[in-house]
């Protein structure tokens, strides 16, 4: 995959929920060469448009989301202890021992603290701990003049290659998808539309899909596809909830989406031999798509994921080909795509 580096450049953007202005910035300036205009909107999403010069054209509207789960500090204790609230789904089990970086002006470096297992009393070393109880540790002999209750926290721990085709690390749900999207814009540079395309990187997902709803009132889509995650199969997953890690593009079938748009993707898929697996969703994804479906008067909806393991931890895992099969979709419905659909 080309600009690989771009990918862990997103990454490593910090960008919690409701905190997301340097991930914005980072996904402007990488969605800028590819678009007529890009901006940063009032509640922090990135827009970018694309115009076809045709009058009365439809509008394709793109959407991944630019937020991150994290942490927000509560309460700043003696010895540089830091207590602190999750920001979006956090598993509470897999935080102890943590690397975390506190993001004051010059941010701050803490582990999540965690009991030796000498110092346990019987049967605690099979319970899990409450969030509100964990303490971040600063190494500071006093933090409180220089971290403010509700500073924002993020993972510590950066990207990692682990194959050529591998990679893991934070906030790989949803920067993989802000990625895939600039990469098939890479691909229609210079080529002729059909549709204006429109592309919204949009903020607080993890919490409200604010940015999702308000984007796509404003923009007002024809036709809309998020891109997001979903998860990958590994040994201790069920198999009933997950999907084949590099089984490609996963195209979501369900009452969010729009029957004729998610037939004309599958149809494309086809058509270029690309991998893809069908995800049946019943009713809420948990997605952008969700809320984007009835912004204004309605949107005909899709959505595409990337399989992904190990969802709301550091260690977030996927396949680039996984990636690519997204972004060559994204590129071959695009380049094709007259602004009909139909079953």
Not at 211 to 217: E, N, P, R, W
Not at 255 to 275: C, G, H, Q, V, Y
Not at 318 to 329: A, F, K, M, T
């Amino acid at each position: 995959m080309k600009h690989v580096e771009d990918l862990i450049r997103l990454c490593e953007a910090p960008g919690i929920t409701g905190f997301e202005q340097a991930a914005a910035e980072t996904a402007a300036s990488l969605l800028r060469p590819w678009c007529d205009s890009v901006e940063i909107d009032p509640l922090g999403s990135v827009w970018g448009i694309r115009r076809c010069g045709r009058p009365d054209a439809k509008t394709l509207l793109l959407d991944a989301h630019i937020d991150q789960i994290g942490f927000l500090v509560t309460e700043v204790l003696d010895g540089g202890f830091l207590r602190f609230t999750p920001v979006g789904g956090v598993d509470p089990r897999m935080l102890l021992g943590c690397e975390v970086e506190i993001l004051t002006p010059e941010p701050v470096f803490g582990v999540i603290a965690c009991t030796p297992p000498h110092l346990l009393k019987a049967g605690e070393e099979r319970k899990s701990i409450p969030i509100h109880k964990m303490l971040i540790d600063t190494g500071l002999t006093d933090a409180r003049s220089s971290i403010p209750i509700g500073t924002p926290v993020v993972f510590a721990q950066k990207p990692v290659q682990l194959t050529p085709d591998s990679i893991t690390g934070k906030c790989l749900d949803d920067r993989a998808g802000v990625f895939a999207i600039i990469q098939a814009l890479e691909q229609l540079h210079n080529l002729p539309l059909s549709v204006d395309l429109a592309v919204q990187f949009s903020v607080q997902e993890e919490v409200t899909a604010l940015g999702a709803m308000t984007g796509a009132f404003r923009i007002k889509p024809d036709f809309a596809i998020a891109v997001d995650v979903s998860h990958a199969k590994t040994p201790d997953a069920p198999a009933e909830d997950t999907f084949l890690y590099g089984g490609g593009v996963m195209i979501g079938m369900g009452p969010n989406f729009n029957t004729p748009l998610t037939r004309s993707l599958i149809k494309t898929a086809k058509a270029e031999d690309l991998d893809y697996q069908l995800e049946v969703m019943e009713g809420n994804t948990g997605t952008n798509a969700w809320e984007m479906q009835i912004a204004a008067a309605g949107t005909a909806m899709a959505l595409l994921s990337i399989p992904l393991r190990y969802m709301h931890t550091p260690i977030e895992s996927i396949l680039l080909s996984d990636l690519e099969s997204v972004s060559s979709l994204l590129y071959h419905f695009v380049r094709r795509f007259d602004g009909e659909v139909c079953l």
